[in-house]
């Protein structure tokens, strides 16, 4: 294929649109193309789940339409369109019947949702959150209903849990972990998050599976395998994310958890880069927006012409529960170490050390959270 | 004084008023927020946030 063919880019979340504007800072010249399966939208996906306590319609919360985008970046903007197919051997994206050459080709594609088994049984009872459709569709069907039930008590299922509750509506979050957020917290910081979101009137059903839910009414009602039943007017699913690597897979492109990329975000295909929830950028899949904006810089650089490795320095995830203000920067998988947790009622300062006493993770909780940079400056770089 | 806006989530920094839950005080240039600073609302870096014009 030739080389006049533009740089195309899969996908306009936050990944595909701040790669384009940083590779645009670079390179004014080249074609640039951005394909998205939704409406081409840009906004901004952590306030999805401050949108109710602000009382925000989807609209409201989309900064640019696919056509403002368009123009700002000088790039063609397809939307509605899913790529259906990579050739990596003849560069070309194919969409259905339609085929498109590429010079190089960026895979940001994100993650898609872990669904419930009653999903389909439930239809508009039973959504989840994952980009500015689903939130719209979830408001629509929120519509004179006044109870919800979040079935995950992990960072989405939490923040939502306080948003809605913001935004006046009754929350019961059911989930099976021990403790809220048990992938990020100890138990002591989960703990003070918890009672905060309690004391704002939010239920827990922790360490419980749910044996059944079904549409009951005009609503639902669950059943845990505790014998509890519970009912509820809407269903939000919010049991994880999964990079989606089906397409780079079906290319033969190498996927673990997400499409592996090297240091310069460049697949086993040197002309297809991945970067932000899809990809594992040497090992590691983080979903959140530092990382995605840090390699959005890197290959900008790599894609104009100055091959660029992404480092990550050790990044804190502010977790938005405003009952119990938290910020959590987790240990990497697989280092050793204990919590050390110290705790003041809400307060609670918690730090991840190893048998040397490096510290490699926190956890802050209340007014703890403005320890946050020092901690921070303590941490070891992700990727050095 | 300026303002600068995080372009990932349109969080503005404003340096009259500083960010003193952060420990920046009122009055602080941009220029002397600590590099490793994060916005409030996303999280994201200093680097992601571009000066603004606000009336």
């Known amino acids: 294929m030739s080389d006049n063919a533009p740089l195309v880019i899969i996908g306009t979340g936050l990944a595909g649109y701040n790669l384009a504007k940083e590779f645009r800072k670079l390179d004014a010249e080249r074609p640039l193309m951005l394909i998205s399966a939704d409406d081409g939208r840009f906004y901004s996906k952590p306030l999805l789940s401050t949108g109710f306590a602000k009382g925000k319609e989807a609209d409201e919360l989309a900064m640019q339409d696919g056509e403002a985008m368009a123009e700002q970046l000088g790039a063609q903007v397809l939307t509605g369109q899913e790529v259906t197919a990579i050739d990596t051997r003849e560069r070309l994206v194919r969409l259905g019947e339609r085929s498109l050459p590429y010079s190089d080709l960026v895979l940001a594609t994100g993650a898609q949702v872990r669904t419930l088994p009653w999903r389909e049984a439930l239809a508009e009872r039973l959504l989840s959150i994952n980009d500015l459709a689903d939130y719209g569709r979830f408001r629509a069907a929120l519509n004179g209903r006044r109870s919800v039930l979040i079935v995950g008590a992990g960072l989405i299922g939490c923040e939502f849990a306080n948003d809605l509750r913001l935004g006046g509506f009754e929350v019961t979050v059911v989930a099976s972990d021990p403790w809220l957020m048990p992938q990020l917290l100890p138990e002591q910081a989960a703990a003070a998050v918890q009672a905060g979101l309690e004391e704002l009137g939010v239920e827990f059903h922790l360490g419980c599976a749910i044996e059944n839910m079904a549409l009951e009414g005009d609503g639902l009602r669950v059943r845990l395998d505790s014998g509890v039943e519970l009912v509820a007017d809407q269903g939000l699913s919010a049991i994880g994310l999964v990079p989606r690597s089906e397409l780079a897979e079906a290319a033969g492109l190498a996927a673990g958890r997400g499409v592996q990329v090297d240091r310069q975000l460049r697949t086993s295909d040197p002309h297809v880069y991945a970067l932000g929830d899809c990809a594992e950028v040497a090992g590691l899949n983080l979903m959140y927006v530092m990382p995605l904006m840090t390699s959005a810089r890197a290959l900008a650089k790599t894609l104009s012409g100055t091959p660029t490795e992404v480092g990550y320095p050790a990044m804190p995830i502010m977790v938005k529960t405003p009952a119990c203000p938290l910020v959590v920067t987790p240990p990497l998988s697989g280092v050793a170490g204990s919590w050390q947790c110290d705790v003041e009622g809400r307060d609670v300062r918690a730090r991840f050390v190893d048998a040397n006493g490096q510290l490699h993770g926190f956890a802050l909780t209340g007014v703890a959270v403005a320890e946050k940079l020092q901690l921070t400056r303590e941490l070891p770089a992700w990727l050095d | ?55």
């Open chain 2, 1 to 55: 004084m300026k303002k600068w806006q995080c372009i990932v989530c349109g969080f503005i920094y404003d340096e009259a008023e500083g960010w003193p839950d952060d420990g920046i005080a009122p009055g602080t240039r941009w220029e002397d927020v600590p590099a490793d600073w994060m916005c409030p609302d996303c999280g994201v870096g200093k680097e992601d946030f571009e000066m603004i014009e606000i009336g």
